[in-house]
């Protein structure tokens, strides 16, 4: 027996997974760094724009808060990318949803859709900004421990 019938499944460990967002520069940066401090070592973890952007400083900040950094690592688009098969695509804005979606419909990919604020609409002093920034990054850290990282393992 398996454990509670009535209890639903927990959901499998994806192997690999890609976050998208308009231009790679803030959410799905944020998102990749975070989920490779949360998920186990082996799982594949990238992220992707669907057009080009620069790095954002204030990302660094704030994963620097937390501990985490980008390292050298550049925004990329989805063209960019060395891989193109991914077991999950989470998709962080409604440009990426729509590209993400068009880019799998022939395939066996399951694509989820975790709509985020772009924190770059903020306005007054540095600090209101950057709480938009943590704000971000609090949901994403959220997300990926409560969705992602108590999956099951990947079947083998």
């Not at 509670?4 to 803030?26: H, K, T, Y």
């Not at 690592?73 to 989805?78: E, G, I, K, Y």
């Not at 924190?119 to 950057?130: S, V, W």
Request: with cysteine; charged share 25%.
């Amino acid at each position: 027996m398996t454990g509670d019938p009535i209890a639903p499944e927990m959901p499998r460990q994806p192997g690999s997974i890609l976050f998208v967002c308009g231009m790679n520069a803030i959410r799905s940066p944020m998102a990749e760094v975070i989920a490779r401090q949360q998920l186990p070592s082996g799982t594949y973890v990238a992220s992707a724009g669907v057009r080009e952007g620069d790095r954002d400083p204030f990302v660094d900040v704030v994963l620097d808060e937390i501990g985490l950094s980008l390292g050298r690592r550049q925004p990329q688009t989805l063209e960019e990318l060395e891989d193109d098969f991914f077991d999950l695509v989470i998709t962080l804005s409604p440009e990426a949803h729509h590209a993400a979606l068009e880019l799998t419909r022939s395939s066996a990919v399951e694509v989820l859709y975790w709509p985020m604020p772009d924190p770059t609409g903020a306005t007054g002093r540095r600090e209101q900004i950057l709480a938009s920034y943590r704000e971000v990054r609090d949901r994403l850290k959220s997300l990926i421990g409560e969705r992602l990282a108590h999956a099951r393992p990947p079947a083998i």
